[in-house]
């Protein structure tokens, strides 16, 4: 089956720097996505990754190795309003969007 | 840059009724729009996909005749739950992808979402 595992939840401070990891086993690769959604919201898009290596914008960046069904999520500068869920996604072979539960990040003073 | 409108943002219905969802692509032409669902601290849930034109294509143990999807043009989709229960109490959530290709960062670009509440 296919599955895409992240953090249920992690914890950072202000002003430092985390890393929220995504593993994925899917029926082939068509592009790796991560949102950003705060409660009670909708998802917001902040990055995409289909070829190996890292994609930057911002405070923001995004990893992935495709061998390694792997990608990571880079923030830098935590600020408070980053407290939100970030959710990974992969585009299938068929190109359907397989959806991580989503990884709750708190940020604290 | 692309925009889609939901709505209600909100809506609380007696048992048994009947809601209606809209979701608009402001902006652009949408040819498939998704339309997914989410529980409390879960993550979204794929409910089905509609095809401007055409019967949408429900997931599996999703049921058809209780959400009823329609796109009748390519800026609008809306989702019907019928004889609503408590358990459909969720959030309900739709997206669309522009028309043309599939490839490249063919971003979805999400409503607002909208959430339900069965008495």
């Known amino acids: 089956g296919q599955n895409i595992d992240q953090p249920t939840e992690m914890t950072a401070t202000e002003g430092a720097i985390v890393q929220i990891n995504c593993t994925y086993q899917?029926?082939?690769?068509?592009?790796l996505f991560w949102y950003q959604q705060h409660a009670g919201e909708a998802p917001t898009f902040l990055s995409y990754?289909?070829l190996d290596g890292l994609e930057e914008k911002g405070r923001f960046s995004s990893f992935l190795s495709r061998s390694k069904g792997y990608s990571y999520l880079l923030l830098k500068e935590l600020q408070m309003k980053d407290s939100a869920s970030y959710l990974c996604a992969v585009r299938d072979s068929n190109y359907q969007l397989i959806w991580g539960a989503g990884t709750k990040l708190i940020i604290k003073p | 840059g692309a925009v889609v409108s939901q709505h209600p943002s909100r809506v609380i219905c007696k048992s048994g009724t009947s809601v209606k969802i809209e979701c608009r692509s402001l902006?652009?032409?949408?040819?498939?729009m998704f339309w997914y669902r989410q529980f409390p601290k879960q993550s979204l849930m794929l409910m089905a996909t509609s095809n401007e034109g055409s019967k949408a294509t429900y997931e599996q143990g999703v049921e058809k005749d209780k959400f009823l999807i329609n796109h009748a043009s390519l800026t609008l989709s809306t989702l019907t739950v019928t004889s609503a229960h408590p358990e459909d109490s969720s959030f309900y959530i739709c997206s669309a992808s522009q028309a043309g290709s599939y490839s490249g960062a063919n971003v979805l670009t999400f409503g607002a979402g909208s959430r339900l509440t069965v008495l």
């Open positions: 902006d652009f032409q949408a040819t498939t």
């Open positions: 990754n289909v």
């Open positions: 899917t029926s082939g690769f068509n592009g």
